[in-house]
């Protein structure tokens, strides 16, 4: 069975990608595909429900309708079509494109605010485009126009229709985008404008709830990093978007008392019932990322066949390991093909099921760094507004004004450094930590995602660590009522561990190092992933903390991970253990157990991550100078070990050449090279 088609790629406002039919194309196949296209530009546009220029909107449809009847006209009455008549019909087919693309962006939902703030420059592209359907109609040659005495006639109503057609933003729309600037300018001097005001412009625009505000400010967010990514930080767009976002937030966070999950006063549109059919023989474990177990919203393609999420498979790759993850086989290329199928068939599950695939948000990763300073003293304005109430609402409200609260902390914190430090300023991180105590199992996810967003801003880090978090922090990975805030928990103490002194801190408190090194041991992938990285941390920059790793039982957790059916985790497990070994007791540890000093050996052969090798390596010869010449010489009768330590020197990385090396002069102790710190490609996943 043929799956649904998948959504087009979003495309940019006010971007009109028209194509020109090609100059061999029969008039007659291009009559007909004309006849579609404007029987499609005529009946998809609802002008009634558009948030702006309503009455041109509503000229263009009248035009495509009329030009639909001609069109029909002339397939009736014409026996054949002269051949120079495709230059007129492919300039019509072009404008027709055009006009498709204006009027979708017109009632582009998420894009209401925008369309009205912009419906001058809708309004002059709209009179463009009519101006080239005039123009084409008055080129056609007369045996097109000529067909019959009816199509004569409504081929002079169309460029009638055409030409003189008044495009222009509606009353209603210059008096409501005023009143957008009025509340802008409020910001500007920190005054909060007027609800009522704001509720009136949220209904010109048809923006009626949590959700559909929600989409409004998912829109803008995506223009702005798209826009900055490009390198457009001096864009004069970013201050009125970033403006509108401010303004979208304000009303979400104080207008609506009431979070709808996505469902919204329109409900989502059912499935076709052919793909109602097919969606209930899917298995939606086929569309998770073997990686991460995550539903695959950016599935790609690899030389091997196999689909992965590309966030997840560049993290992969990035890491050093050239191999497919679920067949081993080596990849001789680092291209990824988008799947179209399979997101066309994970958007049709997720619409199924009430849910919009939102565009994939690590592809903005770079841009978010760019946005720790507001677009204009507007975005900046608001924003304060909006981060002030929720910490009143953090600290004063009723519990479901709290749970509001915590879920706009973690939406708001998610993708924008200066709304983190509004956050901070505003004092909203003691109140997440004293949140994290709350009976309501979702308060406490949304209380530590927002705590884990801010962590990864320095004032965030201080202000959590002088609040003092670190204990509840640490409490929330062992007992949060949710297994994904416990996941969440572990990766605050990894932002925490860029800090030696932090690292210090949290090595202090008994249970730290032993709670991570259970949820190593017990976690599920991301717990474990998220364990191990902030293990690394505090070994690589706190003091004492090998001991009580190696005490918790860090070397059997890591160990079990060797070799594993999930490279990444075993990359990271070698990396701590050659950590633990640069002390004498986590070196003593390892070499307790001969199974594992043989599985490590295996592993230096069979990795094909060569930072992997690398820290295999350092951990070999960690071994070697803790425990002398005893063990020299176990490892030299090792099978495989000298093979593979000569194609680390001769392929191996800038660190793993000279512990190879010394590997092989066991007999001159002396020329051991200094330990340098290890580097590690750790990400939280």
């Known amino acids: 069975m043929t799956p649904p088609p998948p959504p087009p790629p979003r495309r940019r406002m006010l971007a009109m990608p028209a194509v020109c039919p090609c100059e061999d194309i029969s008039p007659g196949t291009l009559l007909a595909s004309l006849a579609t ?24 449809v009248r035009v495509a309708g009329l030009l639909r009847e001609f069109l029909e006209e002339v397939r009736w009455a014409a026996a054949e079509l002269p051949g120079g008549s495709v230059l007129g019909m492919s300039e019509l087919h072009v404008a027709l494109q055009k006009m498709r693309f204006l009027l979708e962006d017109c009632g582009r939902k998420g894009a209401r605010m925008w369309a009205l703030m912009n419906a001058e420059a809708v309004a002059s592209e709209l009179r463009v485009v009519l101006g080239s359907v005039a123009t084409a109609m008055d080129v056609l040659p007369a045996g097109v126009v000529a067909a019959s ?23 209603e729309d210059s008096r409501e985008a005023r009143s957008v600037r009025s509340m802008l300018a409020r910001f500007r001097s920190g005054f909060t404008p007027d609800a009522e005001d704001a509720r009136l412009v949220l209904g010109r625009v048809g923006v009626a709830s949590w959700w559909d505000c929600s989409q409004e400010v998912s829109f803008l967010e995506a223009e702005m990093l798209e826009r900055v990514e490009a390198g457009g930080e001096n864009d004069n767009d970013l201050v009125l978007i970033s403006g509108l976002m401010a303004f979208l937030l304000y009303c979400r966070v104080v207008l609506f008392d009431r979070i709808d999950y996505g469902k919204a006063d329109e409900a989502a549109p059912a499935p076709a019932p052919r793909a109602a059919s097919y969606l209930a023989r899917i298995n939606p474990e086929g569309l998770q990322c073997p990686i991460t177990l995550e539903l695959m919203t950016d599935p790609v393609t690899l030389a091997t066949g196999q689909t992965y999420d590309r966030a997840s498979i560049k993290r992969w790759v990035k890491s050093g390991c050239r191999t497919c993850p679920v067949t081993g086989e080596k990849l001789r290329s680092a291209d990824f093909v988008p799947n179209v199928a399979v997101r066309g068939i994970v958007e049709q599950l997720l619409l199924s099921n009430g849910v919009s695939l939102h565009e994939p948000s690590s592809k903005h990763r770079c841009a978010v760094d760019k946005t720790a300073s507001p ?7 608001g924003a304060r507004l909006a981060v002030a109430f929720l910490v009143s609402k953090l600290c004063r409200g009723t519990p479901e004004e709290q749970k509001k609260a915590t879920y706009e902390c973690r939406k708001l914190s998610k993708r924008n450094v200066f709304h983190r430090a509004c956050l901070v300023d505003a004092g909203a991180v003691p109140w997440l930590l004293h949140l994290l105590s709350s009976p309501d199992a979702s308060v406490q996810d949304n209380a530590v995602a927002g705590l884990l967003n801010l962590s990864k801003h320095p004032a965030g880090r201080r202000a959590l660590v002088e609040a003092g978090g670190l204990g509840l922090i640490v409490d929330a990975v062992s007992v949060a009522a949710k297994v994904e ?11 925490l561990s860029s800090d030696a002194g932090y690292c210090d801190e949290i090595s202090r408190i008994p249970e730290a190092i032993p709670t991570l090194v259970r949820l190593v041991r017990e976690g599920a992938y991301r717990g474990r992933k998220n364990a191990l990285v902030s293990l690394y941390g505090v070994l690589q920059r706190g003091a004492g903390g090998h001991g009580r790793a190696v005490s918790a039982g860090a070397v059997a957790a890591l ?17 701590l253990l050659a950590r633990l070994a640069e002390q004498p007791a986590g070196a003593a540890a390892v070499l307790s157990s001969s199974a594992l000093v043989a599985r490590l050996v295996d592993f230096l052969g069979a990795s094909a991550s060569r930072s992997a090798k690398d820290h295999c390596a350092a951990l070999l010869a960690s071994l070697c100078r803790h425990g002398g010449d005893a063990v020299v010489a176990l490892l030299g009768k090792t099978p495989g070990l000298m093979p593979s330590l000569y194609a680390l020197i001769a392929d191996g990385g800038a660190q793993g050449r000279p512990r190879c090396s010394a590997r092989r002069r066991p007999h001159c102790p002396r020329r051991w090279p200094r330990r340098r710190p290890a580097t590690v490609s750790f990400e939280i996943v």
């Open 559 to 575: 160990a079990s991970l060797l070799p594993g059916d999930r490279d990444d985790l075993a990359n990271d497990a070698v990396a």
């Open 149 to 171: 005495d009816d199509a004569r006639e409504l081929a002079a109503l169309v460029s009638q229709q055409a030409w003189r057609a008044a495009v222009r933003p509606d009353e």
């Open 37 to 60: 296209l404007s029987a499609d530009v005529a009946a998809g546009c609802d002008v009634d429900r558009l948030p702006a220029l309503r009455g041109g909107a509503g000229v263009a």
């Open 375 to 381: 677009f204009g003293a507007a975005a900046a304005g």
């Open 485 to 495: 805030a416990q996941q969440n928990a572990a990766a605050i103490l990894f932002y």
